[in-house]
């Protein structure tokens, strides 16, 4: 929130800038048309990257850690197809992950997600409908939508999550005002699969394995069919390279 408080502050100041100046010695309208493209272009840049730390404080990885620890997230679950054999293609390498669920999703899917917490796997709170335009949400709604997955997930297993993902992985200044009520710790990663973008396994696995590093955290879908090459492949991958998959909330808590 202080990069956005920051660069509104400077932009103000500027067209406070111009004003006098037009005033003063007149200016061409563009250099107002440069403003605005420069400031919506700032705006947009700081919703879509979350290790920016540009409207809200998120975990994208954990660069202090020594040891060969990654954590592997899956987003948008539970899934009928997929999710239980990304199960146990977890539990075959004794492997732990984190899993972003969609409040609609734990409702509609409460054993698999019973599984989910049953293998020792961590959960968090990836809203409530992920809907198209969530990102316009006023912060009202985006408190009904964390609020909404939260009660999902108590009344399925009597617990609750501290951790949160934003749909598309986006940030806007009303989900920070709703998340500093809720108080969730915000959750984002360092490799981007585009799972749901490169098809091809082999693509994706080769996309992820050259950005492997201690701390990282790795974005999958557990909704997608090439998720369950993908995973078993990584799985050899890091097995062969001696890490260790945890979940986010282990990687939070490394020195």
């Known amino acids: 929130m202080k990069n956005f408080k920051i660069t509104s502050f400077v ?7 111009l004003v006098i100046l037009d005033t ?3 200016i061409a309208l563009w250099w107002y048309i440069v403003l605005l493209i420069l400031w919506f272009t700032i705006m947009a840049l700081g919703s879509f990257n979350m290790s920016w730390g540009f409207y809200l404080k998120a975990f994208t990885s954990n660069p202090t850690i020594t040891q060969k620890k990654i954590a592997i997230t899956f987003d948008d679950g539970p899934n009928p197809e997929f999710t239980l054999k990304v199960l146990d293609i977890l539990k075959q390498y004794n492997a732990k992950a984190t899993f972003f669920c969609i409040g609609e999703n734990v409702e ?7 599984a989910i917490v049953a293998q020792g796997h961590a959960i968090g709170n990836h809203s409530f409908s992920h809907e198209l335009m969530i990102d316009f949400n006023s912060t009202e709604n985006w ?5 909404q997955t939260e009660n999902a997930i108590h009344k399925i297993t009597s617990k609750k ?8 992985g986006v940030t806007t200044p009303k989900l920070a005002q709703a998340l500093a009520v809720t108080e969730h710790q915000v959750i984002g990663w360092s490799i981007r699969s585009f799972d749901t973008v490169i098809k091809n396994p082999e693509r994706i696995i080769k996309h992820i394995t050259k950005q492997l590093k201690p701390g990282a955290v790795i974005l999958l ?3 997608q069919s090439n998720v369950l090459p993908v995973l078993e492949h990584l799985l050899q991958v890091l097995q062969k390279q001696d890490y260790q998959a945890v979940t986010i909330n282990e990687l939070l808590n490394e020195n």
């Open 108 to 114: 509609r899917y409460p054993e698999i997600f019973k």
């Open 143 to 147: 408190l009904d939508e964390i609020k």
């Open 221 to 223: 879908h557990d909704k």
């Open 161 to 168: 999550t501290t951790l949160f993902r934003p749909p598309f």
């Open 11 to 17: 932009t103000i100041s500027l067209f406070l800038l």
């Open 24 to 26: 003063t010695v007149g």
